[in-house]
């Protein structure tokens, strides 16, 4: 193994000496194997871990996905990391939260390793059509009071070709392949913390609409043609835009629309260019 295939072990020190946050991920908990970052992070946080408390693991052995996905997540070359939010929402709010980590997600990524990083609905990011991130948040409530958010992001940083299985190889990528050289893992996560934390202080004093006018920025699905997978089955039209409470509108073939909470999009067409007289 040569001294860019091996793994590399992440420089904490160097990474406290880089962070500029208040509080997000001031006490980093640093593990070498976990199962999952989600739940010591879930732990720590209903043992009373405080806003911010973040969890880093250079190796999960069931990482955790979206849709009961299992998340791939080989050793020191990620960043596979989850950080408890404590916010006084409704639990109906919490949604907005993974908006903003998308955008937070993809601005640090553009800003550290220089690739147009963009966002799919509702929080992949993707680097010329291929997965480099995925975030999950996972809630806990009381009643219909928020109690604590734990934020998982995993962002593929310096996985080459030969580190992703055949059924990932030609739907995800990392920072690494796609900028055409090493990717700095603790400046990376300096800068996103911080990012998060700007943008969560943001969201609680604004509200949610200067993250939403970010997302829609940075985001490639408005515009596109997209068949999507949710709670309730199918639903097939135009992404016309997010409105002012995180639903992406849906426009239908048979002039209705739809506002969507989740789900999944499945198939995706390229927008129509403008000044198309293509009026499918
Ligand atoms: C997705 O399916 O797109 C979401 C993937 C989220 C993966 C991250 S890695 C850190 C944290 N721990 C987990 O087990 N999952 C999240």
């Known amino acids: 193994m040569n001294s ?11 990474y406290g000496r880089l962070l500029e946050t208040r509080s997000f991920g001031r006490h980093l908990v640093y593990v070498e194997e976990i199962d999952s970052t989600q739940r010591l992070a879930a ?21 955790r996905g979206r849709m009961g996905r299992t998340w791939h997540s080989p050793p020191g070359k990620g960043l596979w990391c989850s950080i408890i ?36 609905w509702p929080n992949d990011i993707l ?9 999950l948040l996972e809630s806990h409530a009381e009643g219909e009071q928020i109690r604590h958010v734990v934020a998982g992001i995993g962002i593929g940083v ?27 893992r603790e400046a990376l996560l300096a800068d996103l913390m911080k990012e998060l ?10 509200g949610f609409q200067p993250i939403r006018a970010l997302w829609e920025a940075l985001n490639c699905t408005v515009g596109k043609r997209i068949q999507v997978r949710d709670a309730s089955g199918f639903v097939e039209g135009k992404a016309e835009g997010m409105d002012p409470d ?20 499945q198939h995706a067409e390229p927008a129509e260019k403008p000044g198309s007289t293509d009026e499918k």
């Open 4 to 14: 860019a295939q091996r793994p590399e072990r992440f420089d904490e020190k160097r």
């Open 43 to 63: 732990e720590l946080a209903a043992r009373d871990a405080a806003e911010g408390v973040a969890v880093l693991s250079e190796l999960q052995t069931a990482g």
């Open 85 to 120: 939010l404590r916010p006084s929402l409704p639990l109906s709010q919490a949604p907005l939260l993974t908006f903003l980590a998308a955008v937070a997600v993809c601005r640090s990524i553009r800003r550290s390793a220089r690739v147009p990083a963009m966002i799919k």
């Open 127 to 135: 680097v010329d059509g291929k997965k480099v991130c995925g975030i």
């Open 158 to 184: 310096n996985l080459e070709k030969s580190d992703y299985p055949a059924d990932l190889a030609s739907i995800a990528t990392s920072l690494r392949i796609e900028a055409g050289r090493p990717i700095d």
């Open 197 to 206: 934390e700007n943008l969560y202080e943001l969201f609680l004093a604004e």
């Open 246 to 265: 995180g639903g992406l509108v849906v426009r239908l073939s048979d002039g209705g629309a739809v506002k969507l909470f989740s789900g999944e999009i």
